[in-house]
């Protein structure tokens, strides 16, 4: 104890998962995934870093993108799937108060940067579409670079706010958390003092971020739709398609997973164990997806791809 505040929680991890076969079948699952994870987005990053046609607004945004999938597959890989494996094999799972509230930012503001960069796409992708003749002369270097601030470093403000306020509760009585990793909701449960400020702040960032993300990817799909529905030239919806196809499948995977894991959250048939392992692959879920789709939807991506795998096959 330390001026009234519990040094350390504990993670529970998933309940009935307890013996050594499961927590062996899990470990092996998660760590085989966080490597996918780090593998197919650096593999991106490449791509686009050693080719020159590449180096586009659109691609320099996919390039990010893949640089925050690696941060949250990093997060994952080396913050909570080693504690995870230790926890498995030797039942040490407790987590000091500094490195529980470290893992709830870093938890949330990957997650926002990720959601920043898809709303800056969009707005990439409505100027590729319905201004091309302008998209040159608005999207500059330095346009991109300032998006490209906004979105890592605004990510931070919310996300303080929100563990200052949460730094402010006694944490005195029970310190067991019901999860793999610490989030905020989890660590203003274990405050032996009232958070009911903290809870409706985390719920009112929430929805408001939410409401914001969804606005932007309605109102940018709607004029994109729009814009498409009135091209008459041959090819002209293919070329659309190829735009934003990739982006479109991601922003929606994005938020119908994020929808599932909050209504099975709230389904109470579902077991702890069903929930927790929910939530932990809608972590990995668009990191492990993102890159696959831009490989196989991004028709230039997927064509230096090929050449790059000719080119190794000649040899």
């Not at 402010?168 to 032996?192: A, D, E, Q, V």
């Amino acid at each position: 104890m330390y001026n009234g505040t519990e040094v350390e929680f504990i993670l529970l991890g998933f309940p009935g998962f307890q013996d050594k076969e499961s927590k062996l079948i899990l470990s092996a699952f998660f760590f085989s995934v966080y490597v996918l994870i780090l593998l197919e987005n650096l593999f991106i990053v490449i791509v686009i870093v050693i080719d020159e046609n590449l180096h586009k607004p659109m691609y320099i945004f996919v390039c990010n993108l893949a640089l925050v999938d690696m941060l949250i597959g990093i997060f994952m890989g080396s913050i909570i799937i080693p504690k995870m494996l230790v926890s498995f094999m030797f039942n040490w799972n407790t987590i000091s108060f500094a490195g529980c509230f470290m893992q709830a930012l870093l938890y949330i503001y990957v997650f926002v940067v990720q959601m920043n960069i898809l709303a800056v796409m969009c707005y990439d992708r409505v100027l590729a579409v319905c201004s091309p003749l302008q998209y040159t002369t608005i999207m500059t270097n330095q346009v991109v670079i300032r998006l490209l601030l906004f979105c890592w470093t605004s990510a931070w403000i919310l996300q303080l706010l929100l563990i200052c306020f949460a730094l402010r509760l006694t944490f005195c009585g029970p310190n067991k958390i019901l999860n793999c990793y610490c989030n905020h909701s989890s660590i203003i449960k274990m405050s032996c003092s009232d958070y009911a400020f903290n809870d409706m702040l985390g719920l009112t960032v929430g929805l408001s971020n939410t409401v914001a993300y969804s606005c932007v990817f309605l109102i940018s799909y709607s004029k994109i739709l729009a814009n498409v529905l009135q091209i008459k030239t041959p090819g002209g919806h293919r070329k659309a398609f190829w735009t934003c196809g990739s982006h479109l499948c991601l922003v929606s995977t994005t938020i119908l997973s994020s929808a599932f894991v909050y209504v099975s959250s709230r389904i109470t048939w579902f077991s702890i164990d069903t929930k927790l392992l929910v939530s932990m692959m809608q972590n990995f879920l668009c990191p492990l997806l993102n890159p696959a789709v831009y490989a196989f939807m991004t028709k230039d991506i997927k064509e230096i791809i090929k050449k790059m795998v000719q080119k190794k096959m000649n040899y």
